[in-house]
């Protein structure tokens, strides 16, 4: 199945984040090993962006909302098994 935004063709779920956002994804989560220097002119952007375009979080979050409800298989989800935790056994007495 083949999902799209407007007439760009969305592969992976960061596909779905930038093209609803028209920006990066790693404008709003940063990137990995960036200078503080980075991080406050990706900051200033963001914030430039959000004071352009106040409605931006609603639509995302619809966007968002719509893509899940149509592609629920884009987010399958296997559970982890969680192993029970061992006990330890109190030892009382005297060590020999």
């Known amino acids: 199945m083949r999902a799209y935004i407007g007439r760009q063709q969305a592969v992976s779920a960061e596909d779905f984040a930038e093209l609803a956002l028209g920006t990066p994804v790693e ?5 990995e090993g960036e200078t503080d220097e980075e991080r406050a002119a ?3 952007a963001a914030r430039d962006i959000l004071a352009d375009n106040p409605e931006l979080p609603d639509d995302l979050i619809r966007t968002a909302a719509e893509v899940i ?3 629920p298989d884009l987010f399958d989800v296997i559970p982890l098994i969680r192993h029970a935790r061992r006990r330890r056994t109190a030892r009382k007495g005297v060590a020999a």
Not at 27 to 31: A, F, K, P, R
Request: aromatic fraction near 10%; charge should be negative.
């Open 42 to 44: 990706r900051l200033d």
């Open 69 to 71: 409800e149509e592609n």
């Open 27 to 31: 404008l709003w989560l940063g990137v």
